[in-house]
Nanobody
Framework: QVQLVESGGGLVQAGGSLRLSCATS????????MAWFRQAPGKERAFVAA????????YYGDSMKGRFTISRDNAKNMVYLQINSLKPEDTGVYYC?????????????????WGQGTQVTVSE
């Protein structure tokens, strides 16, 4: 069982920035495609960004392009999500997800492991 632990969320004013982190102790981390999803209050979990195992390929949700940047450090078993110019509509719980063996995807159901999430709240 792969454990994913997110951190870095918090309360931030609109226009600010946050860097979310996701840590795992799995030694085969580089074999996992990783992704971030967001669940806003009362809404379904939505795809934010994904990154291939090597880090060479990244993918973003249509409304996420430009302000969100996903990256990973395989030496540290970490994946990150940088969010700039935060907006109130970015408020939600951000989840880290891992998909073993196969490539990155936007599909929630295809990820094998999930973290507990980290809350991001953006005030006006």
């Amino acid at each position: 069982q792969v454990q994913l632990v997110e951190s870095g969320g918090g309360l931030v004013q609109a226009g600010g920035s946050l860097r979310l982190s996701c840590a795992t102790s799995d030694r085969t981390f580089s074999r996992y495609a990783m992704a971030w999803f967001r669940q806003a209050p009362g809404k379904e979990r939505a795809f934010v960004a994904a990154i291939s195992g090597s880090g060479m390929y990244t993918y973003y949700g249509d409304s996420m392009k430009g302000r969100f940047t996903i990256s990973r450090d395989n030496a540290k078993n970490m994946v990150y999500l940088q969010i700039n110019s935060l907006k109130p509509e970015d408020t939600g719980v951000y989840y880290c997800a891992a998909r073993r063996l196969y490539g990155a995807t936007m599909a929630t159901a295809l990820y094998d492991y999930w973290g507990q999430g980290t809350q991001v709240t953006v005030s006006e």
